[in-house]
């Protein structure tokens, strides 16, 4: 059994360095994970990486099937979930390239399927999502972000938006208003849903562009993809030095 597992979202599709030993497409009652479970050696420690918009990067935010993925997860046994993802910064000093650990956030998403406690209910459930991230976990993402050279943010509001589309100006300046630092489009239903599962659930954000009117140039995806180029190879040092350096968590 594996505890650890790595969510790729736009930019890690799949995870360079991993040493694969096999994949495993699950079935849960939700249907299927958005691609095949693939486990695997990363730097000696056993993780399991999934990659959210499938393994050809061909399924939308809205489109995901955040249940399937999270109980799927949870089938396999993992208890950890570091959720990788790409993100326009609100906040001028977050440049394209850095990291954030978001603190907290601000679901904007609507008509996602967002509960495991939906249906067949023999009492209703609520679960505490005071703080939607795992705090120990982001702890460690963040001691191992001081250990590599990457500009790291250790807090940050996550507003999330339901896209495919990117925001108006508009939109933008109502979540700044609001307290949001970053934005993008995957972190729910996906953090309230691996709590539901008592998973720890933690994130790293790379921003791949300045949000809509923060930014000069007309935002485009070979934009974001060059910025995520950069970004990218600082969360695969992120994370190596992570799994090198914990103690605390069951590989
Ligand atoms: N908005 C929403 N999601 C995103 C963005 C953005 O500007 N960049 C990357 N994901």
Redesign the pocket.
């Known amino acids: 059994m594996t505890g650890v597992a790595i969510i790729g979202g736009?930019g890690l599709t799949a995870l360079p360095g991993l040493e694969i030993s096999h994949q495993q497409t699950i079935q849960t009652p939700f249907g299927e994970p958005s691609a095949a479970a693939v486990f695997g050696l990363y730097d000696g420690k056993s993780v399991i990486f999934l990659a959210r918009h499938g393994s050809n990067h061909t399924l939308p935010?809205h489109k995901i099937n955040y249940r399937a993925n999270i109980w799927g997860l949870k089938e396999l046994g993992v208890t950890h979930i570091v959720a990788v993802?790409?993100?326009?910064?609100i906040l001028e000093t977050m440049r394209p390239g850095d990291l954030v650990i978001p603190d907290q956030l601000i679901d904007y998403t609507w008509g996602r399927e967002s509960s495991f406690f939906s249906d067949n209910l023999t009492e209703v459930t609520h679960i505490d999502f005071t703080h939607p991230y795992c705090e120990d976990l982001r702890q460690q993402l963040i001691h191992a972000a001081r250990q590599v050279e990457c500009q790291t943010y250790n807090h940050g509001v996550y507003g999330v938006?339901q896209?495919p589309r990117?925001?108006t100006i508009a939109e933008?300046n109502r979540m700044a208003r609001d307290g949001c630092d970053i934005?993008?489009?995957t972190a729910m239903p996906e953090a309230a849903l691996a709590r539901e599962l008592g998973l720890c659930y933690a994130a790293c954000a790379v921003?791949?562009?300045?949000?809509?009117g923060r930014c000069p140039i007309e935002?485009t995806m070979a934009e974001?993809e060059r910025n995520l180029v950069t970004g990218m190879q600082n969360v695969r040092s992120l994370l190596t030095k992570w799994l090198e350096l914990d103690t605390t968590i069951t590989k």
Do not use: Y
């Open positions: 736009t935010p993802a790409a993100v326009g910064s938006t896209g990117l925001e933008i934005v993008g489009m921003v791949a562009n300045e949000a809509a935002l974001i």
